[in-house]
């Protein structure tokens, strides 16, 4: 089992950052994914960003690329999501997950444990 907890959401301005992080406990793997999600009220969870664990090579979904930043703590067992220039459309709760299996990083029905989620809100 892997247990997740994200922290770090929020209120902020458009154009303002935020850092969400998300802590790992229990069984780990040397090859999977770590992911961030987000679901706004009416709509689907989408993927947003993903780090493979070993390789660090790093996955983000179009419209935040060069505004958000995805790393890991190997350490620390921590995956991180620096959200720079926020825009309103950013508004979701926010969930972290691992994919433990061989699927996509961007199908959300492919990873095996989620956080319990974290709101991030974005006023104009």
């Known amino acids: 089992q892997v247990q997740l907890v994200e922290s770090g959401g929020g209120l902020v301005q458009a154009g303002g950052s935020l850092r969400l992080s998300c802590a790992a406990s229990?069984?780990?793997?040397?090859?999977?994914?770590m992911g961030w999600f987000r679901q706004a009220p009416g709509k689907e969870r989408e993927f947003v960003a993903a780090?493979?664990?070993?390789?660090?090579?790093?996955y983000y979904r179009t419209s935040v690329k060069d505004r958000f930043t995805i790393s890991r703590e190997n350490a620390l067992k921590t995956v991180s999501l620096q959200m720079n220039s926020l825009k309103p459309e950013d508004t979701a709760v926010y969930y972290c997950?691992?994919?433990?299996?061989?699927?996509?990083?961007?199908?959300?029905?492919?990873?095996?444990?989620w956080g319990q989620g974290t709101q991030v809100t974005v006023s104009s």
């Open positions: 997950a691992a994919q433990v299996g061989s699927g996509s990083y961007l199908d959300h029905r492919d990873y095996d444990y």
């Open positions: 229990g069984r780990t793997f040397s090859r999977y994914y």
């Open positions: 780090v493979q664990w070993s390789s660090r090579s790093t």
